[in-house]
């Protein structure tokens, strides 16, 4: 048996790879080229060997301060460039290799052009938007006013203190006063202030100004044409002429105030109708240049941008590499002479020559003298998991490690777990129709794959597109059980031949009597169509759902405790076979493996024996005669057998370990064999940082502490097997609810909508059932059976053999560095 075992080719997945730490000693001229090319090949994890020291005491801060600074400014360009709506396509040209340096001072010279060109448009923008306001103002406040030669002084003199009531209007102001002669001022006469301000405002500006002047104003307002960008927040808003007429100094104050803490900006007005033409051709002919002006900034201002937006992608790529090297040069000591670096790391044990070579290579480019120095360490720890996977095998891998990293070299479930997890989800889902559906979702994932590889997507999507192939193998296995159960949508079809039943009488076709006869033989693939709305149709597909539950339990809970003998195996851990892996496959299946085979043997006999009946006066009253419950001869001799052997298998666990441990333990530590101690309890529960080897283990063997271990252990594997065969039972449950959901919306929804002739309730019952089979049945459904299944998987399946205490193998890579990573 032993040569037998060895002699079975590896399977690929099934064990993490072997690993091996590897130290490296190398040149600080050679130093940066060599991580570089490590960096590309992406099959070194470095320890950090300055662990206790800050970011800021090591020896490359510097360099990975200026890392930050230029990714900062690289952030701001691509803001820039989005804010502008460029789009600006890598150049695909390969370009020249660019220093550190020189990229820092082409970013300084850019970062410096462009916020001068924003200061510069920023400025110039506010300027236009109060030319553009005042215009608004010329335009609609001429309506509220009267000219009036008997007014001229008063409105001269209010046109002058408004203007310059407004800091920003110095060069309108100087204009004016080249139009209107000044002359004295009427101090008790009407006069009146013009301005525009926000619309959300003015509700409050109106009641404040009616407080402030205690009625003894008049305010007029009008809404504005167009709306006005707001340059703090480069939003269009939507603003309000006003012009308020009042009388008196105090009042003037008061409303100019007021403006001020509103926001509204206040624009001189002339009443003569001749004056206001010349204003507004005179700001409309600035608008005019400030227009032209603000053109040719912007599309100056867009063509630096384009420019950095050629090369952004590549200096953003330089930088991110750039820094991830510092950072793993960070994590690397100097020797004595401070003239070599010295780094530790782990490697798969097929990369050493692969490094190797890098290794070699980065000496040659950089034209060092000294070669770098690489050879294996002894370990003392426990090596990280890495398992080399591909575009299908990754998400069922990803799957497992949610819940735990497979411990180094231990059994990976993700190799069965891509048969049995979309098996096990398709049990409680089957419906080729909706089975369909989701392999319809699932090619169109595939088709796009290449596409959505490379763009963002959102949560909920990328993790939709990173299980592509997940949903894909349930979608075929839904197809797969679904011809078994027979369903479509619900609806039963006669796809491999005809029925094996047919009516008694004519009352048959009413699908309340059980005047179905057998005439031919069985239907040759899945659940006869007959059996649909027959009156015996529940309790039959309930029996079936539910001893099939049983049976696939069962079977996936043996396969767990094989896998935890090979597990044993692998480790060199007798104990553990002796004492753990026989009493448990024993008890296991003297109790429920028994059960499956009474399952299979009343399904090819055809006995109407009351499995209920058997198994529970088994235990009750084991030397009691079956009667017609008997299914095979010595069937009761065998029950007494199995439930003595399924008590034997409870002590046998429990005991026999706790003391092998204590006796080898002695042993060992008295001088009478100096062997390590080959055993899952003392040898395999290491943490990644505790030490391993024979010369390690001297901590103080606490036999109480592994006796009550192994109390937990077994109570726990002996209510499990019953709590965990129940468990299984979800299997019936999810599967008879699908149907039945399925059935209800077609029946009760389609078939009666489809009854009535009016074409509009036809329409809303389709709408409703196709709603329903989308949302409840398709996406509902599909999430619960994938929760379920992966309960069973990580609980029933994992529980039996899985540690999950590992840690994973996070090698530096350029190609695993994200853009969160800056």
């Given at each position: 048996?032993?040569?037998?075992?060895?002699?079975l080719?590896q399977?690929?997945?099934?064990?993490?790879?072997?690993m091996?730490?590897?130290?490296?000693?190398i040149p600080?001229?050679?130093?940066?080229?060599?991580?570089?090319y490590l960096g590309e090949?992406?099959l070194?994890?470095?320890?950090?060997?300055?662990?206790?020291?800050?970011?800021f005491?090591?020896?490359f801060?510097?360099?990975?301060?200026?890392?930050?600074?230029?990714?900062?400014?690289?952030?701001?360009?691509k803001?820039?460039?989005?804010?502008?709506?460029l789009?600006?396509s890598p150049?695909?040209?390969?370009?020249?290799?660019?220093?550190?340096?020189?990229?820092?001072?082409?970013?300084?010279?850019h970062?410096?052009?462009?916020?001068?060109m924003?200061?510069?448009?920023?400025?110039?923008?506010?300027?236009y938007?109060e030319?553009?306001?005042?215009?608004?103002?010329?335009?609609?406040?001429?309506?509220?006013l009267?000219?009036?030669n008997?007014?001229?002084?008063g409105?001269?003199?209010?046109?002058?203190?408004s203007?310059?009531?407004n800091?920003?209007f110095?060069?309108?102001?100087?204009?004016?006063?080249?139009?209107?002669?000044?002359?004295?001022?009427?101090?008790?006469?009407?006069?009146?202030?013009?301005?525009?301000?926000?619309k959300?405002?003015?509700?409050?500006?109106?009641?404040?100004?009616f407080?402030?002047?205690r009625?003894?104003?008049?305010?007029?307002?009008?809404?504005?044409?167009?709306?006005?960008?707001?340059?703090?927040?480069?939003?269009?808003v939507?603003k309000?002429v006003?012009v308020?007429f009042?009388s008196?100094?105090?009042?003037?104050?008061?409303?100019?105030?007021i403006?001020?803490a509103?926001?509204a900006?206040?624009?001189?007005?002339p009443e003569?109708?001749?004056?206001?033409?010349q204003?507004?051709?005179?700001?409309?002919?600035?608008l005019?240049?400030?227009?032209?002006?603000?053109?040719?900034g912007t599309?100056?201002?867009?063509?630096?941008?384009?420019?950095?937006?050629?090369?952004?992608?590549?200096?953003?790529?330089?930088?991110?590499?750039?820094?991830?090297?510092y950072?793993?040069?960070?994590?690397?000591?100097?020797?004595?002479t401070?003239k070599?670096?010295?780094g530790?790391?782990?490697?798969?044990?097929?990369a050493?020559?692969?490094?190797?070579?890098?290794?070699?290579?980065?000496t040659f480019?950089?034209?060092s003298?000294?070669?770098?120095?690489?050879?294996?360490?002894?370990?003392?720890?426990s090596?990280?998991?890495?398992?080399r996977?591909n575009?299908?095998?990754?998400?069922?891998?990803e799957?497992?490690?949610?819940?735990?990293?497979?411990?180094?070299?231990?059994?990976?479930?993700?190799?069965?777990?891509?048969?049995?997890?979309?098996?096990?989800f398709?049990?409680?889902?089957g419906?080729?129709?909706h089975?369909?559906c989701?392999?319809?979702?699932?090619?169109?994932?595939?088709?796009?794959?290449?596409?959505l590889?490379?763009q963002?997507?959102?949560s909920?999507?990328e993790?939709?597109?990173?299980?592509?192939?997940?949903?894909?193998?349930?979608?075929?296995?839904s197809i797969?059980c679904g011809?078994i159960?027979?369903?479509?949508?619900s609806?039963?079809?006669?796809?491999?031949g005809?029925?094996?039943?047919?009516c008694r009488?004519?009352?048959?076709s009413d699908?309340?009597?059980?005047?179905?006869v057998?005439?031919?033989?069985?239907?040759?693939?899945?659940?006869?169509?007959?059996?649909?709305g027959?009156?015996?149709?529940l309790?039959?597909?309930?029996?079936?759902?539910?001893?099939?539950?049983?049976?696939l339990?069962?079977?996936?809970m043996?396969?767990?405790?094989?896998?935890?003998?090979?597990?044993?195996?692998?480790?060199?851990?007798?104990?553990?076979?002796?004492?753990?892996?026989?009493p448990q496959?024993?008890?296991?299946?003297?109790?429920?493996?028994y059960?499956?085979?009474?399952?299979?043997i009343?399904?090819?006999?055809?006995?109407?024996a009351d499995?209920?009946?058997v198994m529970?006066?088994?235990?009750?009253?084991p030397?009691e005669?079956?009667?017609?419950?008997e299914?095979?001869w010595?069937?009761?001799?065998?029950?007494?057998?199995?439930?003595?052997?399924?008590?034997?298998?409870?002590?046998?666990?429990?005991?026999p370990?706790?003391?092998?441990?204590?006796?080898i333990?002695m042993?060992r530590?008295?001088?009478r064999?100096y062997?390590?101690?080959?055993?899952?309890e003392?040898?395999?529960d290491?943490?990644?940082?505790?030490?391993?080897?024979?010369g390690?283990?001297e901590?103080?063997?606490?036999f109480?502490?592994?006796?009550?271990?192994?109390l937990?252990h077994s109570?726990?594997?002996?209510?499990?097997s019953?709590?965990?065969?129940?468990?299984y039972?979800?299997?019936?449950?999810?599967?008879?609810?699908?149907?039945?959901?399925?059935?209800?919306?077609y029946?009760?929804?389609?078939?009666l909508?489809?009854?009535?002739?009016?074409?509009l309730i036809?329409?809303i019952g389709v709408?409703v059932?196709?709603?329903a089979?989308?949302?409840?049945?398709?996406?509902?459904?599909?999430?619960s059976?994938?929760?379920?299944?992966?309960?069973?998987?990580?609980?029933?399946?994992?529980?039996?053999?899985?540690?999950?205490?590992?840690?994973?193998f996070k090698p530096?890579s350029f190609?695993?560095i994200s853009?969160?990573d800056e």
């Amino acid at each position: 048996m032993e040569e037998f075992l060895d002699k079975l080719p590896q399977m690929d997945l099934m064990r993490s790879e072997k690993m091996t730490l590897v130290q490296l000693i190398i040149p600080v001229e050679s130093a940066h080229r060599s991580i570089t090319y490590l960096g590309e090949l992406g099959l070194l994890q470095f320890r950090d060997l300055n662990a206790d020291k800050s970011p800021f005491q090591r020896t490359f801060a510097n360099q990975v301060k200026r890392c930050g600074e230029m990714s900062r400014k690289l952030r701001f360009f691509k803001d820039q460039i989005d804010k502008a709506g460029l789009r600006c396509s890598p150049r695909h040209e390969i370009e020249p290799d660019i220093e550190l340096g020189d990229l820092e001072r082409q970013l300084a010279d850019h970062e410096h052009e462009v916020l001068e060109m924003n200061s510069n448009s920023e400025k110039l923008r506010q300027t236009y938007n109060e030319l553009l306001e005042f215009k608004i103002v010329l335009e609609k406040a001429s309506g509220f006013l009267v000219s009036s030669n008997a007014h001229a002084i008063g409105d001269e003199t209010e046109l002058h203190e408004s203007t310059y009531s407004n800091n920003g209007f110095i060069e309108t102001a100087s204009l004016l006063e080249q139009e209107m002669n000044p002359g004295p001022s009427n101090q008790s006469g009407l006069r009146f202030i013009s301005g525009i301000i926000n619309k959300d405002k003015l509700l409050r500006f109106e009641r404040m100004l009616f407080r402030a002047t205690r009625g003894n104003m008049l305010f007029n307002q009008t809404t504005s044409d167009e709306e006005i960008m707001d340059p703090s927040t480069s939003e269009m808003v939507e603003k309000v002429v006003f012009v308020v007429f009042f009388s008196g100094e105090q009042a003037r104050t008061k409303i100019l105030k007021i403006c001020e803490a509103f926001g509204a900006n206040c624009y001189p007005v002339p009443e003569d109708t001749t004056k206001q033409r010349q204003l507004t051709r005179e700001v409309l002919s600035r608008l005019s240049d400030l227009e032209a002006t603000l053109d040719a900034g912007t599309r100056h201002r867009n063509n630096a941008l384009n420019s950095v937006g050629y090369s952004l992608t590549n200096w953003m790529t330089t930088v991110r590499r750039e820094k991830a090297v510092y950072d793993t040069l960070n994590m690397l000591n100097f020797d004595v002479t401070k003239k070599c670096l010295v780094g530790e790391g782990w490697c798969p044990t097929f990369a050493k020559t692969q490094i190797h070579e890098v290794l070699q290579r980065a000496t040659f480019d950089s034209n060092s003298q000294v070669g770098v120095i690489f050879h294996v360490m002894q370990a003392v720890e426990s090596p990280p998991t890495y398992f080399r996977t591909n575009k299908l095998t990754n998400a069922f891998q990803e799957i497992i490690d949610a819940y735990g990293v497979a411990r180094y070299q231990e059994a990976n479930p993700a190799v069965y777990s891509v048969v049995t997890y979309p098996f096990l989800f398709a049990v409680m889902f089957g419906d080729w129709g909706h089975g369909l559906c989701l392999l319809l979702g699932a090619l169109y994932l595939l088709a796009r794959e290449r596409k959505l590889s490379t763009q963002k997507l959102g949560s909920f999507m990328e993790m939709l597109f990173g299980g592509r192939y997940v949903i894909l193998l349930m979608a075929l296995f839904s197809i797969y059980c679904g011809l078994i159960y027979n369903e479509f949508f619900s609806v039963p079809f006669h796809i491999f031949g005809g029925s094996a039943y047919k009516c008694r009488d004519t009352t048959c076709s009413d699908a309340y009597t059980v005047g179905l006869v057998k005439y031919r033989d069985p239907y040759p693939f899945g659940v006869d169509p007959s059996w649909r709305g027959s009156r015996t149709e529940l309790p039959y597909l309930n029996s079936l759902k539910m001893k099939m539950s049983i049976l696939l339990g069962i079977a996936q809970m043996n396969l767990g405790l094989i896998l935890s003998f090979f597990n044993a195996r692998f480790f060199g851990s007798s104990l553990d076979i002796r004492y753990q892996f026989i009493p448990q496959m024993i008890f296991l299946n003297s109790l429920f493996g028994y059960l499956s085979l009474l399952i299979i043997i009343k399904w090819c006999t055809g006995s109407q024996a009351d499995l209920y009946h058997v198994m529970i006066y088994m235990f009750l009253s084991p030397t009691e005669e079956l009667g017609e419950n008997e299914l095979f001869w010595g069937q009761r001799s065998l029950q007494i057998m199995l439930l003595l052997l399924a008590f034997i298998a409870v002590p046998w666990m429990l005991f026999p370990k706790p003391f092998a441990l204590r006796k080898i333990h002695m042993e060992r530590f008295q001088g009478r064999t100096y062997g390590v101690l080959g055993t899952s309890e003392v040898d395999l529960d290491v943490e990644p940082d505790s030490a391993r080897g024979g010369g390690h283990h001297e901590e103080e063997f606490n036999f109480s502490e592994i006796f009550v271990h192994q109390l937990i252990h077994s109570i726990e594997f002996v209510l499990g097997s019953v709590s965990n065969t129940a468990s299984y039972l979800r299997l019936w449950a999810l599967s008879l609810a699908h149907s039945e959901l399925s059935t209800v919306f077609y029946e009760k929804v389609l078939i009666l909508a489809w009854g009535y002739e009016n074409i509009l309730i036809r329409l809303i019952g389709v709408a409703v059932f196709a709603f329903a089979t989308a949302f409840i049945l398709l996406m509902m459904e599909t999430l619960s059976a994938f929760l379920h299944a992966l309960r069973l998987h990580w609980v029933e399946f994992m529980g039996k053999f899985f540690n999950g205490d590992g840690y994973k193998f996070k090698p530096f890579s350029f190609a695993l560095i994200s853009d969160d990573d800056e």
